[in-house]
C-alpha cells in the first residue's frame, strides 16, 4: 500500500537551531517525494521535489531508499518557518498526490 | 492570472441538503483534483481528472460526485451532507501528472 507518514504532529523549536521534520513512506517502486507548506491563512504552497535536489528557504530534503525516508532539514530555523509541513508522494502509475498528516512546525524567539 | 480559484469561501449546511462547492483555473492545466484536510489525517484525495471529460476516485471519494465538462471547472457536489463531510477543502490543478500542483484557497465546510 502507498503510505506516507509523520510522525510528529507538532515540532517545537527555538530560532536558531537545527530543525528535521521526519517523513517515511512505503511504496513498492521509484516515487516522486515532495515537501508541500501551508503558512497561516495563506494556501498550500509547494517547497521542494526531491528531483530537484535544490535548497528552497535553506531547507533540504534527502531521499533515503534504503530507509524509505525523506526528511526535511533546516539548520537554523527562523520564525518565518513557522508553518504546516506536508510530505507528499506521487505514483509514477496513476499520478495521484499521496500525503501525509502534516506537521505543525513551531518556531520561537 | 487568477490561479485556482475556489468559492465559496465558507459554508454551513445542514444535515441532508446538497450543494456545490466551485473550482476554477486560467492556467489551462489538464490535471484537476479535490482533496480534504482533516486534523491528524492530512490531505486526502477524494476525486481527481486528467482532462474534459475524464474523472476518477480518490481515496474517500463516498458522498461525493465531481464532473469536467470543459478545462477550467471542476465542481465538487455534495448529494446528501452529514457531519462526517465537515472539512476543509481544496482544489488543485496541475499542466499534468508530473507537474507541479496549484492549490486554491479552501472552502470550510460545516455540517450540522
Known amino acids: 500500500a502507498q503510505r506516507v507518514t509523520q510522525p510528529e504532529k507538532l515540532l517545537s523549536v527555538f530560532k536558531g537551531a537545527p530543525v528535521e521534520l521526519k517523513c517515511n513512506y512505503s511504496y513498492s517502486g521509484s516515487p516522486e517525494l515532495f515537501w508541500y507548506v501551508q503558512y497561516s491563512r495563506q494556501r498550500l504552497q509547494l517547497l521542494l521535489r526531491h528531483i530537484s535536489r535544490e535548497s528552497i528557504k535553506g531547507f533540504t530534503a534527502d531521499l533515503n531508499k534504503g530507509e524509505t525516508s525523506f526528511h526535511l532539514k533546516k539548520p537554523f530555523a527562523q520564525e518565518e518557518d513557522s508553518a504546516m509541513y506536508y510530505c507528499?508522494?506521487?505514483?509514477?502509475?496513476?499520478?495521484?498526490?499521496?500525503f501525509g498528516q502534516g506537521t505543525e512546525l513551531s518556531v520561537k524567539p | 492570472n487568477a490561479g485556482v480559484t475556489q468559492t465559496p469561501k465558507f459554508q454551513v449546511l445542514k444535515t441532508g441538503q446538497s450543494m456545490t462547492l466551485q473550482c476554477a483555473q486560467d492556467?489551462?492545466?489538464?490535471?484537476m483534483s479535490w482533496y480534504r484536510q482533516d486534523p491528524g489525517m492530512g490531505l486526502r484525495l477524494i476525486h481527481y481528472s486528467v482532462g474534459a471529460g475524464i474523472t476518477d476516485q480518490g481515496e474517500v471519494p463516498n458522498g461525493y460526485n465531481v464532473s469536467r465538462s470543459t478545462t477550467e471547472d471542476f465542481p465538487l457536489r455534495l448529494l446528501s451532507a452529514a457531519p462526517s463531510q465537515t472539512s476543509v477543502y481544496f482544489c488543485a490543478s496541475s499542466y499534468g501528472l508530473s507537474h507541479e500542483q496549484y492549490f486554491g484557497p479552501g472552502t470550510r465546510l460545516t455540517v450540522t
Open positions: 492556467m489551462n492545466h489538464e490535471y
Open positions: 507528499a508522494l506521487r505514483a509514477l502509475v496513476g499520478g495521484k498526490l499521496i
